[in-house]
């Protein structure tokens, strides 16, 4: 009868020293992402801030064409861009805020819209931009934006 001796045991797993190799490597990859998914969230921020600029903008037209406030002879409806807000309201406002409007927005990234932080675009009856005045504000008819947010490249374009 021969007995066998096993002379070493095999071990499964690893080892804290492998483990602490691995998270290492981790959280360099997670320091080398970081700023990219900032940069990527601000990209982000500004892309859904335009597209609420725009959708601001059907919505003024819209509000224009159905002219609910019976204008014959002016602004029937006007959107105001203040820092931090985006609305459309009927007819020519009393003021350059949002209190009276038929809808609103909160974009999270800067707008100005024809060079100011608070500015309106006012449009007649049949939909095409016109000058009017609200609260001392002269509403622009170029219609020309730019989004911007931390220090991304900002976004510039036209309103249709």
């Known amino acids: 009868m021969v007995i066998r001796a096993s002379l070493g045991t095999r071990q499964c797993g690893v080892s804290l020293i492998e483990m602490m ?3 290492a490597i981790m959280m360099l990859l997670a320091l080398a992402v970081a700023p990219f998914s900032a940069s990527w969230g601000a990209q982000a921020y500004m892309r859904q801030s335009q597209t609420l600029l725009m959708q601001g903008m059907s919505q003024l037209k819209a509000l ?3 002219n609910p406030s019976a204008s014959s002879a002016g602004a029937s409806a006007v959107m105001i861009s203040i820092p931090g807000k985006l609305c459309v309201a009927s007819g020519v406002p009393a003021a350059l805020n949002c209190t009276a409007a038929a809808w609103t927005s909160n974009p999270p ?6 060079g100011a932080d608070s500015q309106c675009v006012a449009l007649d009856s049949a939909g095409m931009p016109i000058a009017a005045t609200v609260a001392g504000t002269v509403c622009g008819t ?9 220090s ?3 976004l510039d374009g036209t309103l249709n």
Do not use: D, K, M, Y
């Open 109 to 114: 990234a800067s707008i100005q819209v024809n």
């Open 64 to 66: 224009a064409l159905r």
């Open 142 to 150: 170029a219609l020309s934006f730019r989004v911007s947010r931390g």
């Open 21 to 23: 190799v691995t998270i």
């Open 152 to 154: 991304e490249a900002p």
